[in-house]
T-cell receptor, first 113, second 113 residues
């Protein structure tokens, strides 16, 4: 089975721009979660989608949004980028919600200048 | 502070020695998982222990869980240079009717050849 894939792997954007990151889960997995990882804050949960519905949300501003498609692929969008949004964004998929092990993608390294 | 606090923050040992890292959490959990991350890449799931389990083994890994103390430990026996990585605990916590994962701060393990 192919693993979780994320595109693009690296991205450089300017303050004020917006960005869309993509995640394709493992085949058969219906849950996709997004995390932000920074040296200062560590791994922080952004949101989780299951069957195209956002089931859980972390403590991030409304500039961070996401969606999930019928094939379980997910995208996250960050609008009006700030320097502090520079981070590694990780996507994880699992069979169901919450209590299953998660399989992570390699991440998208976003740099905001 | 984060749900999961790990100690030590960093650990340096010789190849062949055992490495122990600890994770403490604050709220009731459904399960606790350990992950490994190499060089800023995606996380790899190591082991999952449910709240009604006290100990679990997987190869050279041994995980214990003490729900009364809200703590867990990960023991890596006969360490190898390839075990050099950051290790994170993640707790499945009920929120908004479903579970989400809260990651700890991580322990950076360095195994010297």
């Amino acid at each position: 089975k192919a693993g979780v894939t994320q595109t693009p792997r690296y991205l450089i954007k300017t303050r004020g721009q917006q960005v869309t990151l993509s995640c394709s889960p493992i085949s058969g997995h219906r849950s996709v979660s997004w995390y932000q990882q920074t040296p200062g804050q560590g791994l922080q949960f952004l949101f989780e989608y299951f069957s195209e519905t956002q089931r859980n949300k972390g403590n991030f501003p409304g500039r961070f949004s996401g969606r999930q498609f019928s094939n379980s692929r997910s995208e996250m969008n960050v609008s009006t980028l700030e320097l502090g949004d520079s981070a590694l964004y990780l996507c994880a998929s699992s069979r169901g919600q919450g209590v299953n092990e998660q399989y992570f993608g390699p991440g998208t390294r976003l740099t905001v200048t | 502070s984060q749900q999961g606090e790990e100690d030590p923050q960093a650990l340096s040992i010789q190849e062949g020695e055992n490495a122990t890292m600890n994770c403490s959490y604050k709220t009731s959990i459904n399960n606790l998982q350990w992950y490994r991350q190499n060089s800023g890449r995606g996380l790899v799931h190591l082991i999952l222990i449910r709240s009604n389990e006290r100990e679990k083994h997987s190869g050279r890994l041994r995980v214990t869980l003490d729900t009364s103390k809200k703590s867990s430990s990960l023991l890596i026996t006969a360490s190898r240079a390839a075990d050099t990585a950051s290790y994170f605990c993640a707790t499945a916590v009920m929120g908004s009717g479903t579970y989400k994962y809260i990651f700890g701060t991580g322990t950076r393990l360095k195994v010297l050849a």
